[in-house]
């Protein structure tokens, strides 16, 4: 394909205001891609509760608070419009498609890399923090790590997939279930937990318990889910955990819990109850950050876990492979991403109702529409 011709500048969002919901749009010089990188013309990026946190700077194991006019996002589909020298054997050219992740580029030499875990590389670049991020027109990725995106998936439809998809994905794999095992996914009608009902339940097979509001009942059911239980019809205190945890284990396959709980909410109360759903030798699987200070998991002393032989497992992302593998099933009509559109403009106010957890599924925004 002839090459494409690429303005000096684009529009991009930016956080004006770290520590608080606030976003600007700015116009910003268009960079050149150097030794091994592609310039991606980008047309939809997901928007995602991390992109908050690190906004907000609410998650305390970051090294630095978030700077100043950083363009954030890390969920970026658009088409290649440049390569840099080193590419030649990337296997790339001008006019695909592809994707930026949440780690926007790794080492690859690394324990956690070389272990196949991409986003615990000990150098990584994370997308939207200290790296340019997805909420711009054009950006830079490495072209060995950028992710294919089949002819077969729309853009938007791709685009929140590269986080929210490959993390359960990847968690799911993590939790030792089988084929017709029960799996509890608290946060079910989030962004997160909407398609860890359909990966789980269409995928892979599990029987799918989704947990959230009674709100999201609907959505969940349609989505696979073979049982829902609202969160907002038991106490919060112990009485209410103990009788969610029984009517869970009585839905479960054999009535004795889950194999897998795979935690998709921020909820330090969705941790306190998880370890109680499941079964002899089952597995929670941390996939939610929760803000603020960390509390302990409920049932986690050394007697109770020995005795039961149940595992705690975390879960960050996945890796190039998960990435591919989740594309692959979108584009095979296995997962529906639950979405909808809004221009550029709306992303503070996206933001606002994703605080008010007013969200059902995710957004995206359009990056050709200010």
């Not at 150097?34 to 980008?42: D, H, K, P």
Request: glycine share 14%; proline share 6%; charged share 20%.
């Amino acid at each position: 394909m002839a090459a494409v011709e690429v303005p000096t500048h684009h529009k991009a969002l930016i956080y004006d205001k770290p520590g608080e919901i606030s976003t600007k749009l700015e116009t910003i010089e268009t960079p050149k891609p150097g030794f091994g990188e592609c310039l991606i013309n980008l047309t939809h990026s997901g928007v995602c509760h991390s992109d908050q946190a690190v906004m907000c700077n609410r998650w305390s194991w970051l090294p630095a608070p978030t700077q100043a006019g950083q363009v954030g996002g890390h969920e970026g589909v658009g088409k290649v419009v440049s390569l840099g020298p080193g590419t030649e054997n990337s296997g790339l050219k001008i006019g695909d498609r592809v994707g930026i992740k949440w780690m926007a580029g790794v080492c690859g030499n690394c324990l956690p890399c070389l272990s196949g875990r991409d986003a615990c590389c000990t150098s990584g670049k994370i997308s939207g923090y200290y790296t340019p991020g997805t909420f711009q027109q054009y950006a830079l990725g490495p072209a060995h790590y950028v992710t294919p995106i089949p002819d077969a998936l729309p853009s938007d439809l791709a685009a929140p997939l590269l986080c929210g998809g490959v993390t359960v994905y990847a968690g799911l794999k993590k939790c030792g279930a089988q084929p017709g095992d029960t799996v509890v996914i608290p946060g079910a009608g989030g962004g997160l937990g909407h398609l860890a009902i359909q990966i789980g339940g269409k995928g892979m097979g599990f029987r799918m318990i989704g947990i959230d509001s009674g709100d999201k009942e609907d959505f969940v059911r349609g989505l696979g889910a073979e049982a829902f239980f609202d969160i907002t019809k038991y106490s919060k205190d112990a009485e209410g955990t103990k009788k969610l945890t029984e009517d869970v284990k009585k839905a479960s396959t054999d009535g004795m819990g889950a194999a897998g709980v795979v935690v998709c909410t921020a909820s330090n109360a969705a941790y306190g109850q998880a370890l109680g759903f499941l079964r002899f030798g089952g597995t929670l699987v941390c996939v939610g950050v929760p803000e603020g200070d960390p509390v302990p998991i409920a049932g986690a002393d050394p007697g109770s876990m020995l005795i039961q032989e149940k595992r705690i497992v975390g879960s960050a992302v996945g890796n190039r492979k998960d990435a591919i593998d989740t594309m692959n099933m979108a584009a095979r009509g296995v997962i529906k991403t639950h979405f909808t559109v809004e221009p550029m403009s709306k992303l503070s106010e996206v933001f606002e109702r994703m605080e008010k957890s007013q969200l059902v599924g995710r957004v995206v925004i359009d990056l050709s529409k200010e």
